[in-house]
């Protein structure tokens, strides 16, 4: 098939390196030019274990083409595939501006003489109702000709994570598939043949539902874990001890990647729909005392862990962080507790710097740049390379991404916050 795929962040690259590894052409629609500029060389914009690869090899074999302005690709693509960013407002909603302007976009772009329906999917997080509320309006009242023969709608949820994105796009937990009907779509069923795992069809709004129930799920297992491990730490319990305990029944304690005490949680994902998901329970009475309570606890938990760092520590301590983005392998640091962290450190007055070999601030770009540099405007002064790590003594180390084991350290303490013990 050729593919348009609308938004090259984490989410639309990973699926545009994918696809195109399946054969598909594809076209990548971006209003960043840098973005664009880069994807085209075969460079990936983002750091994502694979994917600059599978880039490359897509541009080498003239499977992929990357504009800032997809309207003049419409014309001959099967299907549009929208992967655009759905930021938090102020309210904890989901700004929806970039949906409903790419949405305008495809809309005024299809022509009335398309022989089959163009496949118009969306993989952005959206309120429940989105589709047939926002989407679906702005397609009837801006296609020309028969909107009913010229394109369909799906939601088709996504289930990556960072720095494993590749792998869970081909190997994913699960295929959600929202339609008008809730009935099976073919072209939907091409795009999956290749991927071995259960396929669920729905109509819109249960599929559209799906990552808030998924993240808010992950949110609460994180932040339960955390709340017993500073209970466990208070009374001189191991919290590691108690993990392994709780872990080892894997008929009812189930997933033990979240239910270990550690770091807070953070990242592009989970806060962004756990604020969502209070704003839609609050928005439709309905009291959701758990959920409203998560990202609370999360704060608490990031202040605590400020607070076992540095206990003992006088204002001018030097302090070494181990990784500062989302996860290791990755450059996200939007919404990451380590920027938190260190944002914690610096106020108080410690002589802080970080590792983390995976970040190189001249390549962040859109939300992730601006949350950067409006958060830790001084970074690019924080960073330390694995040689300056060895020669140099530190009050603190504190490992928050499993990275201590590749460098040489010399430190009076080290704090592994990766479990706590």
């Known amino acids: 098939m050729k593919i348009a795929i609308y938004g090259l962040g984490y989410v639309g690259l990973t699926a545009t390196a994918c696809l195109t590894a399946e054969g598909h052409s594809v076209v990548g629609v971006d209003v960043s030019e840098k973005k664009v500029r880069e994807t085209n060389a075969g460079l990936s914009p983002i750091k994502e274990p694979g994917l600059e690869e599978l880039l490359k090899k897509a541009v080498d074999a003239g499977l992929l083409r990357c504009v800032t302005d997809g309207s003049d690709h419409l014309r001959d693509s099967d299907m549009a595939i929208v992967c655009v960013g759905t930021p938090s407002g102020p309210d904890g909603s989901h700004n929806m501006s970039y949906i409903a302007e790419v949405s305008r976009q495809i809309a005024a772009s299809i022509e009335s003489g398309r022989k089959q329906p163009l496949t118009v999917v969306y993989r952005s997080t959206i309120r429940p109702g989105t589709t047939e509320e926002l989407i679906r309006p702005i397609f009837e009242s801006t296609v020309r000709g028969d909107a009913g023969k010229l394109f369909e709608l799906v939601y088709n949820p996504e289930f990556l994570r960072e720095s494993t994105a590749i792998e869970d796009y081909f190997h994913p937990p699960k295929i959600v598939v929202g339609t008008h009907d809730g009935l099976p779509n073919a072209r939907m069923d091409e795009l999956h043949k290749n ?227």
Do not use: W
Request: charged residues 20%.
């Open 195 to 421: 991927l071995d795992a259960k396929v669920f069809y729905t109509q819109y709004r249960e599929a559209e539902i799906t990552k808030f129930v998924d993240n808010s799920f992950h949110a609460v297992k994180v932040a339960f874990a955390n709340e017993i491990g500073r209970v466990c730490m208070q009374l001189g319990i191991s919290a590691r001890k108690v993990h392994e305990i709780f872990i080892s029944d894997r008929k009812l304690n189930i997933s033990p990647y979240y239910l270990r005490p550690g770091g807070a949680f953070g990242g592009s994902c989970l806060p962004k729909d756990v604020r969502a998901l209070q704003f839609i329970a609050a928005d439709v009475g309905a009291h959701s005392r758990l959920i409203d309570s998560l990202l609370r606890s999360n704060d608490a938990h990031k202040h605590f862990l400020f607070e076992h760092v540095t206990t003992g520590l006088a204002p001018g301590a030097s302090v070494l962080m181990l990784g500062l983005a989302f996860k290791n392998d990755s450059d996200d640091l939007r919404e990451s507790p380590k920027v938190d962290m260190a944002r914690k450190l610096l106020s108080a007055g410690f002589a802080l710097s970080v590792y983390d070999p995976h970040l190189e601030p001249d390549h962040l770009v859109g939300q992730n740049l601006g949350y950067t540099f409006l958060h830790l405007p001084t970074l690019p002064k924080l960073l330390v390379s694995a040689e300056k790590i060895a020669a140099t003594h530190y009050d603190v180390v504190v490992d928050m991404n499993g990275m201590a084991g590749a460098l040489t350290l010399d430190c009076d303490r080290f704090v592994d916050l990766n479990c706590l013990q």
